[in-house]
């Protein structure tokens, strides 16, 4: 059975630090792998999604790198804003014919002004 | 931001009352999901739709049942709700199952009393 692991759970950095986030998987046979965003009380916006044959994606300040061979995936954010405070969450599809999103538990992430 | 509106947005019912909760979409997309979302087990997939009429389990669908006669709507039902059924529940969309990302409602808050 997936499953998807975040760590840390929580983590506070001064503003403008560049910060790496890590999301680790036990099946490697994905079909693709997502980064989304919480903030409190909302719901989930998508911030990046890689397909498995990719090995990163960029969206401005963001960068989400995907190894499956070894289970992982990291999401870099550069220049740290006290607007990027929320919780990042990382979502894989498994390969194969169901593929729903089996997601991890999150990191709660603060950016310090 | 995708057109999805849950309805109510927060709800207190008492133990072993029925319950209803709508997820409205603008977006015309065929897939439709429900989460819930706890602390402790991150987001879990209850059912899903894949069309009018066509709806299938995810990973906690005990004590809950779905129905969608209308594209643009997905019922939750929980039809004699428990303690164990307070949580955070979201609705997604997406347009296909594997490849694209979903977007997510701004979820409603269920207290079971």
């Known amino acids: 059975k997936q499953e998807v692991t975040q760590i840390p759970a929580a983590l506070s950095v001064p503003e403008g630090e560049n910060l790496v986030l890590n999301c680790s998987f036990t099946d490697s046979a994905i079909y693709n792998l997502q980064w989304f965003r919480q903030d409190p009380g909302k719901g989930l916006t998508s911030l990046l999604l890689?397909?498995?044959?990719?090995r990163e994606q960029t969206s401005g300040r963001l960068n989400a790198s995907l190894d499956k061979s070894s289970g992982r995936s990291t999401l870099y954010i550069a220049a740290s804003q006290p607007g990027d405070s929320a919780t990042y969450l990382c979502?894989?599809?498994?390969?194969?014919?169901?593929?729903?999103?089996?997601f991890g538990k999150g990191t709660k992430l603060s950016v310090k002004p | 931001d995708a057109g999805i509106t849950q309805s109510p947005r927060h709800k207190v019912t008492e133990t072993g009352t029925p319950v209803t909760l709508r997820c409205h979409q603008t977006e015309n997309h065929r897939y439709m999901y429900w989460y819930r979302q706890d602390p402790g087990h991150g987001l879990r997939l209850i059912h899903y739709s894949y069309g009018v009429k066509d709806t299938d389990k995810g990973e906690v669908s005990d004590g809950y049942s779905v129905s969608r006669s209308k594209t643009e709507d997905f019922l939750l039902t929980l039809e004699s709700a428990t303690s164990s059924q307070t949580s955070v529940y979201f609705c997604?969309?997406?347009?296909?199952?594997?490849?694209?990302?979903?977007?997510f409602g701004p979820g409603t808050r269920l207290l079971v009393l």
């Open positions: 890689i397909q498995s044959s990719q």
């Open positions: 979502a894989v599809r498994p390969g194969g014919s169901q593929g729903n999103l089996i």
């Open positions: 997604a969309i997406s347009e296909s199952q594997l490849a694209e990302t979903q977007y």
